[in-house]
């Protein structure tokens, strides 16, 4: 039940601040003007004009009661409240108890960052505010892919790139009086500003405007769809970029749009089986990897890589019976590398089964006597089998946790 809030947090009278725009609501508490300017100048770039900004704790907490919003700023200090008082009471009332709230700090350290954590800040960034660390707090509250015009401008240049090449062959060819040809190169051009289009289309996960693009496509030559599917290579790399740039809602559009175009294509199934890891999505990301493993008719993956980043992943997930399978596949195919059995092993112990890492550890060892990570591995497992026996009786339990931390997954 909704508590009120106390008396000298009661909100307090004026003309409610008017956002501008359609899209995802956003609430800016900043009681800077500079700042609050200079906040809406980042989220303009990403397409949000739908922002509504206050410098008032009292306002920003008539506001939450009057209007759902899809994600909230919120600054400290503010006029007259404490930018943490502001989260608590909007935590326990009004129409934003489940928004995302994201506080901003003043510095990385700001110890009121982990008290508006406690008071249901869901995220937090501090001052000065990057684009890289904006664009990563409103893709993870709002599930949006988000691009700057100077990236779509970039993406554009580089989608073109086979229809410039073809016009420019094309004025070649007519400058030499070969009509014909040239006429067929200048279709070939056309035909790759549709497959351009439809390539930004699907980047941005509009598959509706790509699909209309590649019908127009198709309607110049009825192979044109057939050659988009080369562009998957694109989308592969383009979702990499993300991932290492931890732009996963991003990495999660382009690796759509690549298994669109091929439902079996294995880097981007192992992509996007990362993306739904670093966004939480465990479901996803173990029926991503399970559908990986079936792929190319049943073969699955043959790369030991591919199979460890699997496991690895599934491991972290807790995904224990989706890791064995993928590590046993990679034995399978590669039954004298030593880390695999010791993969084995470590996951054995993140699963609580460490009776099982012995003889694995043993095939790791009898394959590489120097394995230092496995020799230590092992003398720990015996240890902590012993005291595994010599507590039977007792309800103290020894922690297998604790010897996957000091043995993280390679």
């Known amino acids: 039940m909704n508590t ?3 008396a000298h947090l009661q909100p307090a009278s004026g003309k409610e601040p008017e956002s501008d725009g359609a899209g995802p609501a956003i609430l800016v508490v900043e009681p800077k003007f500079s700042s609050q300017s200079g906040f809406k100048i980042l989220l303009d770039q990403f397409g949000l004009h739908n922002v509504t900004v206050t410098g008032r704790g009292y306002r920003a907490i008539e506001l939450c009661k009057r209007q759902k919003f899809d994600l909230i700023f919120i600054a400290n200090p503010l006029i007259q409240l404490e930018g943490v008082d502001v989260i608590h009471v909007i935590r326990e009332q009004g129409l934003n108890t489940g928004t995302p709230i994201v506080f901003i700090g003043q510095h990385e350290t700001d110890y009121l960052i982990r008290k508006a954590r406690r008071c249901g800040a869901t995220a937090s960034v501090h001052k000065p505010l990057t684009t890289t660390a904006i664009r990563g707090v409103l893709e993870e509250a709002l599930r949006l892919r988000l691009t700057t015009p100077e990236e779509e401008i970039a993406r554009v240049k580089t989608s073109m790139e086979p229809m410039r090449r073809a016009v420019e062959f094309a004025k070649k060819l007519r400058s030499k009086g070969e009509f014909e040809l040239a006429e067929e190169e200048f279709k070939k051009g056309l035909v790759e500003i549709f497959c351009g289009l439809a390539e930004v289309y699907l980047s941005k996960g ?7 693009a590649l019908a127009e496509a198709e309607q110049i030559d ?3 769809r057939e050659r988009f599917g080369l ?5 592969v790399k383009q979702g990499q970029s993300c991932l290492k740039k931890k732009e996963s809602i991003g990495a999660k559009v382009e690796f759509t749009a690549a298994l669109t175009l091929n439902g079996e294509s294995v880097p981007a199934l192992v992509g996007m089986g990362e ?5 939480g999505e465990d479901m996803q990301a173990q029926e991503t990897f399970e559908r990986l493993m079936n792929v190319n008719t049943g073969t699955g993956p043959s790369d030991p890589r591919i199979l ?10 807790r995904q224990f019976d989706l890791a064995w399978l993928a590590i046993d596949r990679a034995i399978e195919l590669y039954p004298h590398d030593a880390r695999l059995y010791y993969l084995k092993a470590v996951a054995y112990v993140a699963e609580g089964s460490v009776e099982n890492t012995l003889p694995l550890l043993e095939k790791a060892l009898l394959l590489d006597p120097k394995f230092s990570e ?27 946790d604790d010897i996957f931390e000091d043995f993280p997954l390679h």
Do not use: Y
């Open 231 to 235: 562009r998957e290579e694109s989308f």
């Open 206 to 212: 509009d598959a509706e405007a790509a699909e209309a």
């Open 275 to 279: 993306a739904h890891t670093a966004l």
């Open 308 to 317: 460890k980043k699997m496991a690895l992943i599934a491991c972290q997930n």
């Open 374 to 400: 496995a020799i230590t591995l092992a003398e720990k497992a015996r240890g902590l089998i012993k005291a595994k026996q010599a507590q039977a009786k007792s309800k103290t339990k020894p922690k297998e």
């Open 4 to 6: 009120p809030a106390p």
């Open 222 to 224: 009825p192979a044109a």
